[in-house]
């Protein structure tokens, strides 16, 4: 495994000192994503259109084909709402996962600061609290612009997750409810089912609770008119037992896939990192230190489940991390962190896939 590295343009350079201008309100250059993407065709961003990039996801299950315009797609927690979806093709995505969403609309966390950042280890940690608009209002923005992004072979995706802090009778149905709403809009559905900065326990670790939750979904997908694919999101955190125990039990449900991984909770990590939560944790880490292990697992799930669609997400900052992590058997990568340091990422990724010599 190489961690290929880039070196700092002006771009990146303007990013940093963006950094240092605003090192106080790391959430208001969060939510300033969308204009950067609006705007970015003012400083070279376009929609790619190199066809070597494209990418078919095809799935024994026949669940419809997702199509990329290229591997990189944006993940969950970029663009919470679905607002402005294919603006964010001009930054050189292949496609992009909407959320993550609950049933009902979510305030998050209500401490402040709840998004830090490394700038030595290039990393970000953030405990948001799943805050969003509900599955209703961004089913619909979704659904009013999904047409476009199909004719650009950008696959709109949605991330759902069950509201944490809910009553017990409540949890599964509106889970239940939130995956139909958003089955019937999206290209694929990603479900969400290790988010570390809730405070509460993770499902991904609840077997009997995985195993109802997927024969649910997959017996709605039985009635539906297609068939879509769905996707588990995972903890990086899980050791190689837990995670093939898990890959078993999800592939005999008829899961798709799964998203290796989500952002890894702060307290396994030895960062010295402010804590952003009542519960006293730093919340979950993104970036370039989790990438090892992003790598490690891709391998390990693929050779035990090659029928399993995976993504690799984690620490995934350079054109050549993505086509080791094709090249070892993942369909596209997610990435967002990378956003915060380099200018222009997913664009510069793309051409470094195409021309690795020059990178």
């Not at 990086?236 to 837990?242: C, I, Y």
């Not at 449900?253 to 939560?277: A, Q, W």
Request: charge should be positive; charged fraction near 20%.
């Amino acid at each position: 495994m190489v961690n290929h590295d880039y070196s700092l343009d002006f771009g990146d350079k303007l990013l940093a000192f963006l950094r240092f201008v605003f090192k106080n309100q790391v959430e208001f250059r969060h939510n300033s994503l969308g204009l950067y993407a609006k705007m970015s065709p003012l400083w070279g961003g376009e929609i790619c259109e190199d066809e070597n990039l494209h990418k078919t996801i095809t799935f024994p299950s026949g669940s419809l084909p997702i199509n990329l315009c290229n591997p990189i797609v944006l993940a969950a927690g970029a663009n919470k709402n679905g607002k402005n979806i294919n603006a964010y093709a001009n930054l050189g995505f292949g496609g992009i996962t909407i959320g993550t969403a609950t049933r009902n609309f979510r305030a998050g966390n209500p401490l402040r600061p709840r998004v830090g950042l490394d700038e030595f280890n290039r990393l970000i940690h953030n405990s948001m609290g799943l805050n969003n608009d509900g599955i209703e209002a961004i089913s619909l923005r979704v659904e009013k612009q999904i047409i476009k992004a199909r004719k650009n072979n950008f696959a709109v995706g949605i991330s759902i997750a069950e509201a944490p802090g809910e009553e017990e009778g409540n949890r599964m149905l509106h889970l239940i409810e939130t995956f139909r709403i958003a089955y019937r809009t999206a290209d694929y559905v990603e479900v969400n089912v290790s988010c570390p900065n809730t405070g509460v326990c993770r499902q991904d670790l609840d077997t009997t609770f995985m195993k109802n939750t997927f024969e649910d979904f997959e017996n709605f997908r039985k009635t539906a008119v297609h068939k879509k694919a769905i996707y588990a999101k995972l903890s990086p955190d899980l050791t190689d037992k837990q995670l093939l125990q898990l890959l078993d039990l999800l592939a005999s449900l008829g899961v798709d896939g799964v998203v290796l991984g989500n952002t890894y909770p702060s307290d396994k990590l030895f960062y010295h990192l402010p804590v952003l939560n009542s519960n006293g944790s730093s919340g979950g880490i993104s970036g370039r230190p989790i990438y090892e292990n992003t790598f490690r697992k891709t391998i390990l799930a693929k050779k035990h489940f090659p029928q399993l669609s995976i993504v690799a997400c984690g620490g995934i900052d350079h054109g050549l991390k993505v086509r080791d992590l094709l090249d070892e058997g993942a369909d596209f990568v997610q990435v967002y962190s990378v956003l915060a340091f380099r200018w222009m990422a997913a664009m510069k990724m793309g051409r470094e896939i195409l021309c690795p010599s020059k990178s």
